[in-house]
């Protein structure tokens, strides 16, 4: 296996443990607030990316193109998205269902206000044309049932998945910048001679 993917399996790994571990430790409101968790996904992504390019390059003796370093980020990058994607999914499938229906019923609170406050009610049906025929119950049933498909598990899984590839490819291209232009300083081959 190459040395990129472990990096990517470790991190994930070590980002798989502390999701558990704030799930066990945090208690109350704080449960609900994803700063933590984000910033280090965001963080052990990017270590993975960065960590698995430098072993793969400091290994590597012969030259390498721009594309061959962003290729080899992403080896790093990819098995980290797929694992914790699958994590994630399984997290708010088995192992906290309660938290969509926290965010369920926060959305709830917030329609509910909106809908009882007559301006709010007409800022929304002048937003939205399907809205100025509808009745108050059917606004609330429509948005409603957005929310449920917005905050299942798929759909979060789904949009972590797509978030974490982009990133992971700016990431990669970005690392690759860096590492070439301070780190990794190589000439370029000669140029063949035609003879």
Not at 70 to 84: D, E, F, R, W
Not at 115 to 140: G, T
Request: charged share 20%; proline share 5%.
């Amino acid at each position: 296996m190459r040395i990129t993917v472990k990096i990517g399996l470790l991190f994930a790994a070590i980002w798989i443990g502390l999701k558990m571990v704030l799930f066990a430790t945090q208690v109350g409101a704080s449960r609900y607030d994803l700063t933590v968790p984000i910033l280090t996904n965001i963080l052990c992504l990017l270590l993975a990316i960065s960590i698995g390019l430098y072993l793969h390059k400091s290994a590597e003796k012969e030259y390498t193109n721009a594309l061959g370093d962003i290729k080899n980020g992403l080896s790093a990058g990819v098995p980290y998205i797929i694992i914790v994607s699958v994590f994630l999914y399984f997290y708010y499938t088995k192992i906290d269902p309660e938290y969509n229906q926290h965010q369920r019923s926060e959305a709830a609170m917030q329609l509910e206000k909106l809908l009882d406050d007559p301006d709010d009610l007409q800022k929304m049906r002048d937003s939205n044309a399907e809205f100025e025929v509808m009745s108050v119950e059917e606004i609330r049933e429509s948005i409603i049932s957005n929310q449920e498909a917005m905050y299942s598990p798929q759909a979060v899984t789904t949009i972590s998945l797509l978030g974490m590839l982009i990133l992971a490819t700016f990431n990669s291209i970005f690392i690759t910048i860096i590492y070439r232009k301070l780190i990794f300083r190589q000439a370029p081959p000669p140029p063949e001679r035609q003879r």
